[in-house]
């Protein structure tokens, strides 16, 4: 994600790089053949206009459905980072409840409690590799006992396969007292919030936004890059400013090319780029935070925008 203000030019440049190229060369083509070998091409500026003004609308129609997208991406990771706390919450009071039991052990509710916590945190980032097809598995090694390490890693959806561990373990739980016959309810409810949330983020990651709007975006964008030089150009020798030409040109292409990008790179708010959600400094929120109410020190750093971005 983008936290900055301002930014680099040449980066930004970097992004529509083939639309300039293209809108140069054009522009100066269409300049040498006018004006260097006196031949006359010209169009009224009007189809220009026209085409501009369509594509304007075409390209704010396609941005507000890539913000859209992205939008609900941070949404479903805000609901994730509270319905892990809320989660670890549940496991820690409810299994605390029970110290009055007689059959109540402290040694094997604490190793209960940090089992399960340290499960939700191996979860999120379980998620965040899993939308981002990142296999930064051993990540989640010191998190996990090694026979379900080594479990996890034959699973294909491995999210999937930590909510089923985390089910089965708080039910082991109320079968020898840990919990108690109706602490798995509530429970429940955060386990199916989660699994809701990562269906969701699924569905955007594997869903793309409509291929038509990709398409006929990037075709339009070309075919106005195209037609903008030749309907300059007669207004430009008219008021012997020819020279101008391919500047204003490549400026105004610039600038369609730059709308249309925006929507591309929002479109997808998994693929790791400095423009998606900010996935690794969410799970290190929620790392921190269930961590902490485990009473742990040895907390991790909080992540930290690098150069303006916070991935």
């Given at each position: 994600?983008?936290?900055?203000?301002?930014?680099?030019?040449?980066?930004?440049?970097?992004?529509?790089?083939?639309?300039?190229?293209?809108?140069?060369?054009?522009?100066?083509?269409?300049?040498?053949?006018?004006?260097?070998l006196?031949?006359?091409?010209?169009?009224?500026?009007?189809?220009a206009?026209?085409?501009?003004?369509?594509?304007?609308?075409?390209?704010?129609?396609?941005?507000?459905?890539?913000?859209?997208?992205?939008?609900?991406?941070?949404?479903?990771?805000?609901?994730?980072?509270?319905s892990?706390?809320?989660?670890?919450?549940?496991?820690?009071?409810?299994?605390?409840?029970?110290?009055?039991?007689?059959?109540?052990q402290?040694e094997?509710?604490?190793?209960?409690?940090?089992?399960?916590?340290?499960a939700?945190?191996?979860w999120?980032?379980?998620?965040?590799?899993?939308?981002?097809?990142?296999?930064?598995?051993?990540?989640?090694?010191?998190?996990?006992?090694k026979?379900?390490?080594?479990?996890?890693?034959?699973?294909?959806?491995?999210?999937?396969?930590?909510?089923?561990?985390?089910?089965?373990?708080?039910?082991?739980?109320?079968?020898?007292?840990?919990?108690?016959?109706?602490?798995s309810?509530?429970?429940e409810?955060?386990?199916l919030?989660?699994?809701?949330?990562?269906?969701a983020?699924?569905?955007?990651?594997?869903?793309?936004?409509?291929?038509?709007?990709?398409?006929?975006?990037?075709?339009?964008?070309?075919?106005?890059?195209?037609?903008?030089?030749?309907?300059?150009?007669?207004?430009?020798?008219?008021?012997?400013?020819?020279?101008?030409?391919?500047?204003?040109?490549?400026?105004?292409?610039?600038?369609?090319?730059?709308?249309?990008?925006?929507?591309?790179?929002n479109?997808?708010?998994?693929?790791?780029?400095?423009?998606?959600?900010p996935?690794?400094?969410?799970?290190?929120?929620?790392?921190?935070?269930?961590?902490?109410?485990?009473?742990?020190?040895?907390?991790?750093?909080?992540?930290?925008?690098?150069?303006?971005?916070?991935?």
């Amino acid at each position: 994600m983008i936290l900055k203000r301002n930014f680099n030019p040449l980066k930004v440049i970097s992004y529509v790089k083939w639309e300039m190229t293209f809108a140069i060369l054009f522009s100066v083509i269409i300049y040498g053949v006018n004006v260097g070998l006196e031949i006359a091409l010209g169009l009224p500026f009007s189809i220009a206009a026209i085409l501009g003004s369509a594509l304007a609308i075409f390209i704010a129609f396609r941005n507000n459905s890539a913000y859209s997208r992205w939008w609900e991406a941070r949404t479903l990771w805000g609901g994730i980072v509270n319905s892990s706390r809320v989660l670890a919450r549940l496991v820690i009071t409810f299994t605390d409840s029970h110290a009055h039991q007689a059959n109540y052990q402290a040694e094997r509710s604490e190793k209960f409690k940090v089992e399960l916590v340290h499960a939700i945190i191996a979860w999120v980032n379980a998620l965040r590799f899993h939308l981002r097809g990142q296999q930064s598995w051993s990540e989640l090694e010191p998190l996990l006992q090694k026979p379900v390490y080594e479990e996890l890693l034959k699973s294909n959806n491995k999210p999937n396969y930590l909510q089923l561990l985390m089910g089965r373990r708080i039910y082991v739980a109320m079968t020898d007292g840990t919990l108690g016959g109706f602490d798995s309810f509530q429970m429940e409810g955060q386990m199916l919030a989660l699994a809701n949330y990562q269906g969701a983020c699924e569905r955007i990651k594997n869903t793309p936004l409509l291929r038509q709007y990709d398409f006929f975006t990037r075709l339009f964008i070309y075919t106005f890059m195209l037609l903008l030089p030749i309907s300059l150009i007669g207004d430009f020798v008219k008021m012997e400013i020819a020279a101008w030409m391919p500047a204003v040109s490549v400026l105004i292409s610039f600038v369609f090319s730059i709308l249309g990008k925006v929507g591309e790179v929002n479109e997808d708010p998994f693929e790791n780029r400095i423009t998606d959600v900010p996935l690794t400094a969410l799970c290190n929120t929620i790392e921190r935070d269930l961590r902490e109410m485990l009473r742990e020190s040895n907390l991790p750093p909080k992540a930290e925008a690098q150069h303006g971005y916070l991935f």
